[in-house]
């Protein structure tokens, strides 16, 4: 078994880490990778994916099994390829910050976890800072800010399929010059609004999201943010389908979102442009 705080290494684990047996639930590894299992009733696996990430080389992956561990992730300024046994399996969580933190993240693929902050600290459940990797098939929830934050004008993800719910601020915020693509999501039951985005120079794309069920609106736009809004599913919120600020700019533009999504079923209406959009949390 390695050191699990020994500096990162090249060298092959042991067959202790990698049994044979279990290959056959982890997905395909790149060409000359390996796979990394965590498990953390198995004392022949690692106890906690921080522990595999620090071991992993460019083309290896750590699977995660079924459990619930206790753990921070951060990885800086390389790939990552991190792949759980299925968000309802698999639990990460942290008490003291987020548990999953990319900061200059170059390329790879986060699948199948969930990610849960339970401490009192002014963190989010994902932080997400200058990093261009795909995030899919998570649950992100129970972030003091927001679910996810994606910061920083060279912070590209594609975050798809992933389901963002019961965060005290909004389920997804973008801003400082982001452009995520942001698919498939599923947000609902946030305290502020489904989908945030902030800045100038901000400008993902929003694309056949459902966002239902929060507190404030659907999606927000403010500070001089853009968007491409498209085929998004806004409805059950408390207040609007769509809130913008006058000096953002969607694609299509404002007349067109009606058409170009769904936003019925807010009591408030489907789409308001206000100076005002925080007012009512005192921002």
């Known amino acids: 078994m390695p050191d699990h705080s020994s500096p990162h290494s ?22 000359g990778g390996k796979t990394l299992f965590v498990d953390a009733n198995d004392p022949q696996c690692y106890p906690r994916p921080s522990a595999a990430l620090k071991d992993a080389g460019p083309e290896d992956q ?13 990885v800086a300024d390389r790939n990552i390829r991190l792949i759980g046994a299925g968000r309802d399996k698999v639990q990460i969580f942290s008490r003291r910050s987020s548990p ?21 600290d002014q963190h989010s459940a994902m932080n997400i800072l200058d990093s261009v990797c795909t995030i899919t098939k998570c649950r992100i929830l ?7 934050v994606m910061y920083g004008p060279e912070c590209r993800p594609t975050f798809s399929e992933n389901e963002v719910c019961y965060n005290r601020e909004s389920g997804i915020f973008s801003f ?36 239902r069920d929060n507190m404030l609106s659907g999606i927000l736009l ?13 409805h059950g919120n408390q207040h609007w389908g769509i809130v913008m600020t006058p000096d953002c ?10 058409e170009a999504n769904t936003l019925g079923e807010n009591p408030r209406g489907s789409l308001i ?6 007012a009512e949390i005192g921002r």
Do not use: W
């Open 10 to 31: 090249q060298e092959q684990p042991d067959e202790a880490v990698t049994p044979k047996t279990d290959e056959g639930m982890a997905p395909p590894t790149l060409e």
């Open 62 to 74: 750590v699977f995660v099994k079924p459990g619930i561990y206790e753990d921070r992730v951060f």
């Open 273 to 278: 442009i206000t100076h005002e959009p925080l």
């Open 142 to 148: 129970e972030g003091i800010l927001s679910g996810v």
């Open 222 to 234: 403010f500070h001089s943010a853009k968007a491409l809004l498209l085929n998004n599913h806004c």
């Open 100 to 120: 999953l933190y990319l900061q200059r993240v170059t390329s790879g693929r986060v699948e199948g976890l969930t990610f849960r902050y339970v401490g009192s």
């Open 176 to 211: 400082a010059g982001a452009r995520p693509y942001i698919s498939q999501n599923t947000c609902f039951g946030n305290h502020h609004f489904g989908i945030a985005v902030r800045d100038d120079g901000t400008s993902p794309d929003i694309v056949r999201n459902i966002s």
């Open 249 to 258: 700019q969607s694609s299509p533009a404002q007349e067109k979102l009606l």
